[in-house]
């Protein structure tokens, strides 16, 4: 396997979601607060990026594997290959896509700047992560002061300085509120950091002359908890008030993790003001350390459900073109003809339901990640993340980010064992991409907070919130796809599949509810399930929607039929493969017990 050819994107499928299916030229594209970019320009950037994910960026996609990063002297080296392709995403200009137009960028809606990522992820995930900083600046754009902003503002764009959320601590893990590194004011705005920090991505590289640390920190007499906890621009060296480099941070990398795999992103233990006094400026100079961090977490919820969605894209892909290529045994209705000629694999009845379950859930996957990002597009229309006229759409964009990072990641780890097995004994191996990819993924169900964690998000904290408005709103939308009539009969089989899940999902969802007055363990025992049913129904009407669109397409554009009717058979299989399951999950809801609960420790 050629690192160089490993990734082939599914551009078709995204242009469908952005231009056919969303229709973000209408409702995005040129409208404040973005840029001037419409969808001619649009499809060509996104084509641009295509290519050099394919090419340019996913070059280094294996050399980690064999040259991983060294941590020596408190320094982090990276490989060359690495360098090589940051450099030719910041020469093409893709960190300035979604920057607003006053920091020099495209000012691109999330719509598209996700889209653009899934490019960027799928060719060469660890890379991506060296890209952090990009979004901490336009953190700094909202949340910090006019001093802070021209501090470290365009300095941050221009000269590609790096970034790192710092939340984990070694003996607080997903804990937040148990950190206890500290702060210390030492002058009108800076602090003294004192801590030791571990998982940090990105904690340290040569990849840039700086990097612009987020850290959360307790500063001397706050409160216990996570509402004590302030947020803190940590630079590695420190910048000076006319934005100037100036010395080295008292911040360093003690120690690389060793993983088992993304091994090109490093995954830094960080001390702070160990030997030599560690300066940081409050952000916005306002205590508000939790809710400040959430602006970045968010993002990086969002960020790993792509990165899944796109690593299970590019499984399929390898799949496929493995499976055309690959002969063997005879056409299993002439399995007992010695003489029968060879076939691709492709012609098995199991590889192609392999297949049909890696497509119909990337598509799905793709189609709930983009979709979410468009709701991202009128939060941001109307005013931005937590502003009140955005109120609405900000509570459904909160509701969907646990589905994508929690479904996603845990989805893509389940099929990407099935994008293996299409490859035989040759997935075992290295010389294909597949068994990386499931290294790499992994991760997605652990860190930005665990696929359970997601799950008590879901109910405890975004359903709770307003009594279950947002989400039966947007069960209110699917109802309606699913009790739609007049409009043909190729898709009434869906439409009631569509249904019956929906029902499903209520009757699991109110079964749940009336649990709690025994036991909240109910929810810790069946949380994931109720995440898993809620993102496969909101799934299987995405794809039915689009089943409908390509529908409507195949009429206007017959010489694209072949993409369409795949659109309508991915929305067929799932409603019919995948929607059943739902019924399953409500009678184990229904019949949930807390007899785990009960088994004594000694006897596990």
């Not at 006053?102 to 995930?125: D, K, M, Q, R």
């Not at 307003?466 to 699913?482: F, K, M, P, Y």
Request: hydrophobic share 40%; aromatic share 6%; proline share 4%.
């Amino acid at each position: 396997m050629s690192s160089s050819n490993h990734y082939v994107p599914n551009l078709r499928d995204i242009e469908f979601n952005l231009f056919e299916f969303l229709d973000i030229g209408q409702a995005s594209l040129g409208h404040a607060p973005f840029g001037d970019l419409d969808e001619t320009a649009a499809r060509q950037m996104l084509q641009m990026f295509a290519q050099l994910s394919t090419n340019e960026l996913a070059q280094s996609f294996e050399e980690p594997e064999h040259n991983p990063p060294k941590l020596e002297n408190g320094e982090v080296t990276l490989p060359p290959g690495l360098k090589k392709a940051m450099n030719a995403f910041f020469d093409a200009g893709m960190h300035l896509l979604e920057q607003p137009p006053h920091l020099g960028g495209l000012g691109a809606p999330p719509s598209l700047g996700w889209a653009a990522f899934e490019l960027l992820v799928g060719a060469n995930a660890s890379l991506a992560f060296y890209t952090l900083g990009n979004l901490l600046a336009r953190i700094i754009d909202r949340l910090g002061t006019d001093a802070q902003k021209q501090r470290f503002l365009p300095h941050m764009l221009d000269r590609r300085w790096g970034g790192s959320m710092v939340l984990t601590e070694p003996d607080a893990g997903s804990d937040v509120g148990a950190a206890r590194t500290k702060a210390r004011r030492v002058s009108d705005d800076v602090w003294e950091i004192e801590g030791v920090k571990r998982f940090i991505t990105n904690g340290d590289s040569d990849m840039s002359e700086n990097i612009i640390h987020m850290v959360l920190a307790r500063p001397e007499g706050a409160a216990p908890g996570t509402k004590g906890l302030s947020l803190f621009v940590v630079p590695k060296y420190w910048v000076n008030e006319d934005g100037s480099l100036g010395e080295a941070n008292g911040v360093v990398c003690t120690k690389l993790e060793k993983k088992m795999g993304l091994k090109g992103s490093v995954t830094c233990e960080m001390t702070f003001g160990d030997g030599k006094p560690c300066r940081g400026l409050l952000l916005g100079e306002v205590h508000d350390g939790i809710r400040q961090m959430f602006y970045i977490i968010e993002q990086a919820r969002m960020a790993v459900g792509v990165k899944s969605m796109a690593t299970l894209s590019a499984g399929y892909g390898r799949a496929l073109a493995f499976s055309k290529d690959r002969l063997q045994g005879a056409d299993l209705m002439q399995a007992r003809d010695k003489t029968a000629p060879r076939v691709p694999i492709f012609r098995h009845p199991d590889v192609r339901r392999m297949l049909m379950a890696q497509k119909a859930h990337a598509e799905g996957m793709r189609a709930l990640c983009l979709y979410t990002a468009f709701i991202q597009d009128g939060v941001e229309r109307k005013g931005g993340h937590r502003a009140t006229e955005a109120g609405e759409l900000d509570t459904l964009n909160d509701m969907l980010l646990p589905l994508v990072k929690g479904y996603c990641s845990e989805k893509a780890y389940e099929l990407l064992a099935l994008s293996l097995q299409v490859h035989g004994g040759s997935g075992y191996l290295q010389d294909y991409p597949v068994e990386q990819y499931i290294r790499d993924q992994k991760i997605d169900t652990l860190y930005e907070g665990t696929t359970h964690i997601q799950a008590l998000d879901l109910l405890m904290r975004k359903v709770a919130r307003d009594g279950g408005a947002t989400l039966q709103g947007l069960l209110s939308q699917i109802r309606e796809t699913a009790e739609r009539t007049g409009e043909g009969k190729e898709l009434e089989a869906e439409r009631a599949a569509l249904g019956r899940a929906l029902g499903d999902l209520e009757t699991m969802l109110g079964t749940l509810m009336g649990k709690l007055g025994e036991s909240i363990y109910h929810v810790g025992l069946q949380g994931n399930r109720v995440l898993a049913a809620v993102a496969e129904v909101v799934i299987g009407w995405l794809l039915v929607r689009h089943a409908e669109v390509a529908l409507e397409r195949m009429k206007s554009n017959p010489g694209d039929r072949a993409f369409y009717v795949g659109k309508l058979a991915s929305a067929r299989w799932f409603c019919h493969e995948v929607l059943p399951g739902v019924a399953h999950a409500a009678r184990m809801v229904e019949h949930g017990n807390l007899d785990l609960m009960e088994v004594p420790e000694e006897s596990f």
